[in-house]
C-alpha cells in the first residue's frame, strides 16, 4: 500500500499571508481605570481584604495563560501595570 501524496498549499497574496502570521503574535492586555483594583472594607473583625477578587482573579488569570510561577507572575502584572501608567500595587504572590 503506497502512501498519499502530502498535500501542498499555496497562496495566492503574499503579502497579507505574512500579515496574518504577524497578527499571530500580536497580544492585547488592558486593565479598567475604573476596576475596584482594592477591595472594599468589609466591616467585619479582623484582617481586611487588600486586593479585590477581580484583581487576584486578573492575576491568577495571567499565572496560567502564561504557565509562570507566582512570583514571575507579580513582576508581569507589576511591569503591565507599569506600561499603562497606573499606580496600583501588585497582591504579593504568598
Known amino acids: ?28 492586555v488592558w486593565f479598567d ?13 479582623g484582617r481586611q481584604q487588600t486586593f479585590s477578587d477581580a484583581a487576584i482573579q486578573a492575576c491568577l488569570t495571567i499565572k496560567v495563560l502564561f504557565g509562570l510561577p507566582l512570583r514571575q507572575t507579580t513582576g508581569f502584572v507589576a511591569s503591565l501595570l507599569k506600561l499603562m501608567g497606573l499606580d496600583w500595587s501588585v497582591p504579593d504572590y504568598s
Open 1 to 28: 500500500m503506497s502512501k498519499p501524496a502530502p498535500t501542498r498549499c499555496r497562496t495566492l497574496n503574499g503579502s497579507s499571508y505574512n500579515a496574518s502570521l504577524r497578527e499571530r503574535g500580536s497580544l492585547t
Open 33 to 45: 481605570p475604573g476596576m475596584a483594583w482594592h477591595a472594599a472594607p468589609s466591616g467585619k473583625q
